[in-house]
């Protein structure tokens, strides 16, 4: 069962729903009053199990509209911590020397869930956008443009989100090193790969050995 | 454009974050049928006490000697159940670029509509009874009366699509402005479903 109220073909099959499941009421309710209070119930316990079921089935893949000249390729880049790691410039650089690319940086406004739910967003979405400011001035010096944006916590959301507005051609997903990464944990890039219709490159950032390295020069 | 660039030309509020997977337009019209269903929830409410709760609940209902007029709330029922259906087909008509068959499925639904109105008027008038006969005179006035006035909201919807739609708007692309009464017009459906069977069958 889907949300009635996302289009009103939705909302006419929920209409649909609505006549059987009264009709059924309604015939048991003039047998008598407990049955049909007992029908009630049980088709309410049933919609609210399909619903609640349905929702934590992945949604399928989306289809992306590719409206980027045909000779410009955009490349979408998703990075929390990582967005200035090393080997995700790397990454963008060979990129950008394959030919006309246009680069979109997104840093998730990371928080903890409490914060999430009380709405304490405005330090995370700063310090995302320190980030993001950092790594488009460092892509800047060397020769890179690049557009960027502050997005949705939930990196899938904030994908989704820029999808809508870029139509990239391709993502680009930096994590920490599987061990250390809340994403890879959660299976963010896998879950990128099956619900969007573009390549998707998985860079691993590791910022802890490069610190040491930086610490051992 | 840069990050910076972007930050140093944006005037006034800052800009909205997206996040969210449905359309804003179709997430506004869920939050006001969310507030409606609450609305219409406490008129229920009062229904159940009237005729369920209240210790001087009717041993009959409606109580002796009256009587609704389930025949003809009947036959309202099936007209404003078919105007959804042609609701629904005028909105697959103009997805597909049939114009005529979208400006017929508007007008039918505007004329159901209308027809559905004007026979509940008739309806108060000859029903026997008035607001002042007792508490489920009152009940049953403003349930069916909280509906009927979504149903002229609704029909105000519709006539401006209609306007619209004979002014030459809405094509295969751009229909968001029939979706919206459509997904409207289904909930005041929906609930008179729930008003119909609770009030008048049960």
């Known amino acids: 069962m889907e949300s009635p109220f996302r289009s009103e073909a939705a909302a006419f099959r929920f209409l649909l729903l609505t006549i059987g499941a009264f009709a059924l009421i309604v015939v048991a309710g003039l047998i008598n009053t407990w049955l049909g209070v007992a029908v009630f119930l049980l088709l309410s316990g049933a919609a609210v199990w399909l619903y609640l079921r349905q929702r934590g089935e992945r949604p399928p893949q989306q289809r992306v509209a590719h409206l980027s000249p045909p000779d410009e390729h955009r490349v979408l880049v998703i990075a929390n911590e990582t967005v200035g790691g090393q080997e995700l410039i790397q990454e963008i650089g060979e990129l950008a020397l394959a030919g006309r690319t246009q680069f979109h940086v997104v840093c998730p406004a990371l928080n903890s869930r409490l914060k999430t739910w009380t709405s304490d967003s405005d330090a995370a979405r700063e310090a995302a956008q320190r980030r993001l400011d950092a790594t488009i001035a460092r892509l800047s010096q060397v020769g890179i443009e690049a557009t960027g944006e502050v997005g949705d916590l939930d990196p899938l959301v904030a994908i989704e989100d820029a999808i809508r507005t870029y139509h990239p051609d391709e993502i680009v997903l930096s994590t920490h ?18 619900r969007f219709d573009l390549p998707v490159t998985h860079v691993v950032v590791d910022l802890e050995a490069a610190g040491q390295a930086q610490q051992g020069e | ?117 004007l026979t509940q008027a008739v309806e108060y008038l000859h029903v026997g009874f008035n607001t002042s ?35 030459g708007h809405f094509s295969p692309e751009h229909h968001h402005g029939v979706e919206l009464p459509g997904i409207y017009w289904h909930f005041v459906d929906v609930m008179w479903i729930v008003v119909y069977s609770t009030v008048y069958l049960l």
Request: glycine content about 10%.
């Open chain 2, 1 to 117: 454009m840069s990050s910076h660039a972007e930050a140093a030309h944006h005037h006034g509020p800052p800009v909205a974050n997206q996040s969210s997977r449905v359309d804003a337009r179709v997430l506004g019209m869920l939050l006001f049928i969310a507030s409606e269903t609450m609305l219409f929830g406490s008129f229920f409410t009062a229904y159940f006490f009237v005729r369920v709760v209240n210790p001087g609940a009717p041993s009959s209902w409606p109580p002796h000697p009256y009587h609704f007029p389930v025949f003809v709330a009947g036959v309202n029922t099936a007209i404003l159940v078919t105007s959804s259906f042609t609701m629904h087909w005028a909105l697959q008509s103009i997805k597909r670029g049939n114009r005529p068959a979208f400006l017929a499925g508007m007008t039918l639904t505007f004329v159901m509509g209308l027809a559905f109105l």
């Open chain 1, 177 to 194: 090193p599987l061990g250390k990464s809340n994403w890879l944990e959660r299976g963010v890039v896998d879950a990128a790969r099956e």
């Open chain 2, 133 to 167: 006969s007792g508490a489920f005179a009152s009940v049953f006035f403003g349930l069916t009366g909280l509906h009927g006035a979504h149903v002229f909201v609704g029909l105000t919807l519709l006539g401006m699509v209609l306007v619209r739609g004979f002014r």
